[in-house]
Each structure stands twice: as C-alpha cells, then as structure tokens.
C-alpha cells in the first residue's frame, strides 16, 4: 500500500488536464454564439410572423364575435321552429332570412330618408353660397369667386385625390360587402350546427369541465336573448308612439324619424334617447318651426319618464340591470377597440359577464351603515320614483336568486 508522498512545501501540486477549464481564445468567437444568435433570428422572425398574422386575423375574429352572437340571439326562433316539426337547417334559414328583411326595411327607410334631405342638401348649397357671395361683397365691398370657378379650381387642384378616395371608398365597400357575407355565412353554420357545434367542443374536455362549458353557454344564451328581446320591444314600443305622435304634429318623415328614435333610444346607453330625440326635433324645427319643435321635444321627455317608471321594468324585468355608468364606459371602451360594432356588442357582453360573475362569484351580507342605502323619505313621499327603484330591487334579487339556483343544480348534477 502507497500513499502519495507530501510536495515539498512552496511547490505546487500537479493540476488533473482532465478537470482544467477550457480557456476561451479571447481572438475567437466562443461556440455558442453562431447557435444564440440564430435562435434569436428564428425567434424575431415567429414573433414577427404572429403579430402580422393575428394583425391580419383580428377582422376575422371581430365577424367570428358577431356571427356568435347573433347566433345566440336568434337561437330561442330556431328552437321553437325545430319543436313544430322544422328541420333545424331549414328553421335557421328561416330565421336568418327573416332577421335579414327587417334589418334590410328599417335600412330602406332610413335610406329614402337620408337621399331625400342629401339631395334638398345638394340642390340648396347653390343658393346658400350665392346669398353669402352678394351679403360679403355688400359688406365689405370685395370680389367672391362664383361658385362655378371654386368648383373648377377644386378639381384642377384635388381631382388627382379625389379619384384616389372614390377608389379607396370603392374598396372600403366591397370589404363591407365580404364582412357581412362571412359573418352571415357563420352565423348559419352556427345556427344549423347547435348542438352539433356543442357536442364537438365538448368531445375534447372532462365530464365536470364540460357542465361548466354547458352552464356558461346557456347563461350567455340567456342574457344574450333577454337582451335582445327587451330591447327590440322596447325600442318597437318606442316607434309606434313617437310615429303617432308625430302624425299627430304632422312632421314630415314620422316613420323613419319614429324608428330611428326607437332603435337609437334602446341600443345606446345613456345617451341614446338624446341622440334618439334629437332628429326629429332638428327635423320639425327646420320643417315647420319653433313649436312643433317644442312639442316633440316636450314629447320625446315625457315618454321617456313613461318609459322608465311603466314600460322598462315589466319587459326588462328578466334581464340584469346594469349601472348606467358602468355599461357608459363599457360602451366606449369597446368602441375604441373595436368599433361601431364592439360598441353596439358592449351590452351584451357585459351583462353576460354580470350574469357569471353572479353565478360563480360569492355574495356576502353587507354591514349596516348609512352609506349602503338612501335616507329614509319623510312619511307619505313614496312616490313612482321610490316604486320604480323597488321593481328594480325586486327584479335584481329576483335573477340573482335565478342565478343561484342554476349554480346549486349544476353542482348537484
């Protein structure tokens, strides 16, 4: 047996070749960085490749969005079509169809209306320019270019533009064309699916998964369906009084002002009924005067008061009540993201979002203080505005205990 002999001391010990660091030439590039920075290029180029290809993508899931939920909407028409006999893609041909004309009437009527007042637009500028042309060279004692030479100079300066912007206002229409054909394509295709569609997503989850997709869908279909419905009778309720009513004043134009006030009024929040009311009083004011004006305006108010206390909440008495806050900003902030269409979609969605939060979400029992309930009216002031804010209690607690039970049954199955 041999044991190593000590070094003597101030001699190093001898350093194992295998266990040596590998010293990197300081003249040479290390070998790892041909491979990083290929990888970095790969990786620039996918990151690169997927931003341009959900850029490209993102009009395709905004009609894919829409497509849902009309679907939703007119599924409960489909529904009972199939439960009279219908075959389900006949009955979703049908109710598409039939959803296609009414929208495509109401468009016929806003469109004579909208020709009619561009064309007396068009036809009166003439006179308008040529009574500010003789006013300023009266007042001022200049010279002001016949309006035949501004529109000659305009096209000798902007014609090049002009052809430009019809071409792009030329292609802007036919991508509008294609959109409304995809979305309604995929509306069909959802509709004649139904449970089809469903059974194929539900294939490739877990049982218990698969319940909570079933429950969120019928909550969303729900919502979707109360919503649309409300306001369709709503804002149907709207026109048929407005349209009386301005039959009644003769103003010019009562149905199409009757039912752009109804369906503005309902579809947006807040501050539809002023933009609703403010047409046809525009209208009356520059058609018959000052009065007429007066009286609609006095009208579009106190139908709205009519509205709110008697109408609103028997028919929306299913559907979740929002704070009118909440569903403003939600309204803008999905137009600026999506559009005039994310804008219009905004209600839906939230009050879906509002329905899940009440179905998975836990409630406690709130604390007493002052500041979770209005000061007690003096004694015999219960008036409509205090019956108005109980029907809305009522109809609140009323889904939200609908909400609970769904939840209870869904757990216990």
């Known amino acids: 047996m041999t044991t190593d002999a000590p070094h003597p001391e101030g001699e190093p010990d001898e350093v194992d070749d295998s266990v040596r660091p590998v010293q990197h030439d300081s003249k040479n590039p290390p070998r790892w960085l041909p491979r990083a920075l290929a990888m970095v290029v790969v990786a620039v180029f996918v990151a690169t490749f997927l931003s341009y290809a959900f850029g490209q993508l993102g009009g395709l899931a905004v009609n894919v969005l829409i497509s849902f939920f009309v679907a939703l909407a007119l599924e409960p028409i489909v529904v009972w079509l199939v439960r009279h006999g219908w075959r389900r893609g006949a009955a979703a041909g049908v109710s598409l169809g039939g959803a296609i004309v009414v929208v495509l009437g109401v468009f016929a009527l806003f469109g004579n209306l909208f020709v009619q007042q561009l064309i007396q637009l068009v036809s009166s500028l003439p006179a308008l320019y040529s ?39 030329g292609a802007s229409i036919v991508g509008v064309l294609f959109a409304i054909t995809t979305i309604l394509l995929i509306t069909y295709y959802l509709m004649a699916a139904g449970p089809k569609f469903r059974a194929a997503i539900c294939a490739w989850l877990r049982p218990d998964r698969q319940q909570e997709v079933l429950t969120l869908w019928e909550i969303t279909q729900v919502k979707v369906s109360d919503f649309i419905s409300s306001r369709v009778v709503l804002a149907a309720l709207s026109s048929v009084f407005t349209f009386v009513f301005l039959l009644i004043v003769q103003t010019p ?54 509205e709110n206390l008697i109408f609103s909440p028997r028919v929306s008495a299913r559907a979740l009540e929002m704070n009118p806050a909440v569903s403003f900003v939600g309204v803008l902030g999905f137009g600026a993201v999506f559009g005039a269409l994310g804008a219009f979609l905004a209600l839906p969605i939230l009050a879906t979002v509002q329905a899940l939060g009440n179905t998975y979400l836990q409630r406690h029992e709130l604390v007493e203080s002052q500041l979770l309930r209005d000061p007690d009216a003096p004694a ?29 049954d869904g757990a216990e199955e």
């Open 131 to 169: 009574s500010i042309q003789e006013g300023i060279e009266e007042r001022w004692d200049v010279t002001v270019p016949d309006s035949d030479d501004l529109v000659a100079q305009a096209l000798d300066q902007w014609g090049q533009d002009v052809a430009t912007g019809a071409l792009s206002v």
């Open 380 to 408: 015999g002031g219960s008036g409509p505005w205090s019956s108005r804010r109980r029907r809305n209690l009522e109809a609140g607690e009323r889904a939200a205990r609908e909400a609970e039970a769904r939840r209870r």
């Open 253 to 306: 134009y009562a149905l199409p002002l009757a039912v752009f006030t109804g369906v503005v009024s309902q579809f947006v929040p807040t501050i539809g009924t002023y933009i609703g009311g403010a047409l046809p009083v525009a209208v009356a004011l520059a058609a018959q005067g000052l009065p007429q004006a007066i009286a609609v305006l006095v009208f579009i108010v106190a139908y709205q008061q009519v």
